[in-house]
């Protein structure tokens, strides 16, 4: 399974983007799947997550800020981030959830500048 993560970008503290994950196979069959983002110097972090059956989960950090998604129709999940913050910055990759990972992709940039 390839996963392509796209949609990044440069905003400032305060705006929006919307992350696309686009999935070469049917999403109901990956399982859970989550975005997860990679700041400078630190490790890769689980920001959201989303069940086969649409029950999400967010890291306490981007609760109420942002919304995990997906259009099973698209093979697509999304993550719509507003209010974004400097420590929102990083690499944002997709995958799924669990130890049996696929190959991690080349992510999304995100800058967040002032």
């Known amino acids: 399974v390839q996963l392509q993560a796209s949609g990044g970008g440069l905003v400032q503290t305060g705006g929006s983007l919307r992350l696309s994950c686009a999935a070469s196979r049917n999403i109901l069959s990956i399982g859970v799947m989550a975005w997860y983002r990679q700041a400078p110097g630190k490790e890769r972090e689980l920001v959201a997550s989303?069940?086969?059956?649409?029950?999400?989960n967010y890291a306490d950090p981007v609760k109420g800020r942002f919304t995990i998604s997906r259009d099973v129709a698209k093979n697509t999940m999304y993550l719509q981030m507003n209010s974004l913050k400097f420590e929102d910055a990083g690499v944002y990759h997709c995958n799924r959830v669990g130890p049996r990972k696929y190959t991690w992709g080349q992510g999304t940039q995100v800058t967040v500048s002032s």
């Open positions: 989303v069940t086969a059956v649409g029950s999400t």
